[in-house]
């Protein structure tokens, strides 16, 4: 069974910096692409970052990019979403996801590429 656990929400500040983690536990925790989504009150989830299983090719939704970063710790079981210059906008509740299928393939933006999600982590950005 994998298990995955958001954590590092919180309220910030907008042109603040959050750094949201995803500790993954279970069979493919480490041979697994990886993602993260969002989802705002009143809006379709929505896409914000991608890796693959070495962790040296990354996918960026168009409004996260240049300020989000996706990496991850395969040691530590463990992905990570470095948010700064946080926007009002960027206020959802975080997902991180994974993809178990045996080709990491890009971008994989949809959320049904994905087949094991975690509960989520809030995130308020105030003005």
């Known amino acids: 069974q994998v298990q995955l656990v958001e954590s590092g929400g919180g309220l910030v500040q907008a042109g603040g910096s959050l750094r949201l983690s995803c500790a993954v536990s279970?069979?493919?925790?480490?041979?697994?692409?990886m993602g993260w989504f969002r989802h705002a009150p009143g809006k379709e989830r929505e896409f914000v970052a991608r890796i693959n299983r070495a962790g040296d090719r990354t996918y960026y939704a168009e409004s996260v990019k240049g300020r989000f970063a996706i990496s991850r710790d395969n040691a530590k079981s463990t992905v990570y979403l470095q948010m700064n210059s946080l926007k009002v906008e960027d206020t959802a509740d975080y997902y991180c996801?994974?993809?178990?299928?045996?080709?990491?393939?890009?971008?994989?933006?949809?959320?049904?590429?994905?087949?094991?999600w975690g509960q989520g982590t809030q995130v308020t950005v105030s003005s």
């Open positions: 996801a994974l993809d178990s299928g045996i080709s990491c393939l890009f971008p994989r933006t949809k959320a049904t590429d994905y087949d094991y």
């Open positions: 279970g069979r493919t925790s480490t041979a697994s692409c």
